[in-house]
């Protein structure tokens, strides 16, 4: 029997001092009765229409449509836009969420495949792993876009950084050989693992996918466990999946960047990652928020400039002056060329993806540069 649920939109945020600025760039929810002890809730615009009520998890069917017509998509978007309008949420027999877009389509695509991702509806601020975020959906939508035009990422070791609920990673998982799904926190790291398990039967069974801890407050590399894979406790790591994971060719993060403290560690973090081992693109995917700030007076976006505080743009991605370096070098993707795949989700205008390489000077010759 599927349960109609009303949906009740989140309240807005306030206007943020500093302190409050991280709270700021998530959505802040109304946190009930209020009672102090309560930890401040956020959730994600992914699942508005959800009722913050509900106390998850819950696992939400995310359809994939491989076909790459754009003309379809769009006819699609608008019968979307009339389920989203009045967005009713559902439960389907299994107790499953049934996202709004989902309306349109309750069965896998002929041309694609349909996603299970246990997820909260709503979280706080230390748990904001357990909600997907647009910025994995639209990286995930870049991915898919990979996979289908081109042979990037055919076999090779990828890692996620944030990975939250590990959509980006377990999308790849379909292709690559390897792929680390990085978070930190037990409860987020086990809600990841939980959906490694229950889309086992979508994966490319060669794949090797695990899901381990990696907190960038403790940098790179992580300290291993003296026992080996099988047998190697929790989300820890052994010595040769380090050396694999500093291997990898491809990082990517959606959304991890929303307080300054956190993109600091975050870019240590990856110098290090990315000047060990082979050379690697970052592909990162965010969301630009804005808060009117008092001292500015005005309607500022500064977690998105203290990001941009750390790259060169370069469209041609070179190493354009040795000797300044090590340096990060970014270029922005136009999404706009990218169709959308994930149906669940409006995809809005705010959502940046960036590719990121390091250029460092060459350990062995000295004077001539290369990008890890
Ligand atoms: C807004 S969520 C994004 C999750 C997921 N990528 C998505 O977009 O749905 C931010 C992610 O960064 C992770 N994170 C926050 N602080 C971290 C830290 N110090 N080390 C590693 N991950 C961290 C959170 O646990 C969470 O998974």
């Not at 508005?48 to 003309?71: E, K, M, N, V, W």
């Amino acid at each position: 029997m599927r349960s109609g649920i009303e949906s009740s939109a989140p309240s807005s945020p306030p206007p943020s001092s500093s302190e409050e600025e991280t709270l700021d760039m998530l959505r802040k929810l109304d946190g009930g009765d209020g009672g102090e002890e309560e930890e401040e809730q956020v959730m994600s615009e992914v699942h508005l229409g959800c009722p913050p009520g509900l106390s998850g998890p819950y696992i939400s069917h995310f359809t994939i449509y491989l076909s790459h017509d754009i003309a379809h998509n769009r006819q699609s978007h608008e019968l979307d836009d009339e389920a989203m309008a009045s967005p009713i949420m559902e439960l389907d027999e299994d107790g499953d969420l049934v996202l709004p877009r989902r309306a349109i389509s309750s069965e896998a695509p002929s041309d694609g495949y349909s996603f299970r991702i246990q997820h909260n509806i709503t979280s706080s601020i230390p748990n904001v792993g357990l909600q997907v975020w647009r910025a994995e959906l639209v990286l995930s939508d870049f991915v898919l876009h990979k996979i289908v035009s081109s042979s990037e990422f055919h076999g090779a070791i990828a890692l996620e950084l944030g990975a939250g609920t590990g959509m980006v990673g377990l999308l790849l998982a379909r292709c690559v050989d390897a792929v680390f799904l990085t978070d930190h926190g037990n409860e987020t790291l086990e809600n990841c693992a939980k959906n490694v398990q229950l889309n086992a039967g979508l994966l490319n069974c060669k794949a090797a996918i695990s899901v381990h801890e990696l907190d960038w407050f403790n940098g790179w590399p992580p300290e291993a466990s003296t026992a080996e894979a099988p047998f190697s406790q929790g989300f820890s790591w052994t010595f040769r999946e380090i050396e694999q994971a500093e291997n990898a060719s491809f990082l990517l993060a959606a959304d991890v960047i929303y307080s300054d403290d956190l993109t600091d560690a975050f870019f240590s973090t990856l110098e290090k990652l990315m000047s060990r081992g082979s050379r690697k693109v970052l592909y990162m995917a965010l969301e630009k928020r804005y808060n009117f700030s008092l001292s500015d007076l005005d309607v500022v976006a500064n977690g998105y400039s203290h990001f941009r505080s750390y790259l060169k743009v370069d469209n041609e991605m070179e190493c354009p002056d040795s000797e300044s370096m090590p340096f990060f070098v970014g270029k922005q993707i136009d999404i706009a060329q990218i169709p959308q795949y994930v149906r669940e989700y409006e995809r809005g205008h705010d959502v940046e993806i960036w590719e990121i390489k390091y250029c460092t000077p060459r350990q062995s010759s000295g004077s001539e540069a290369f990008m890890t």
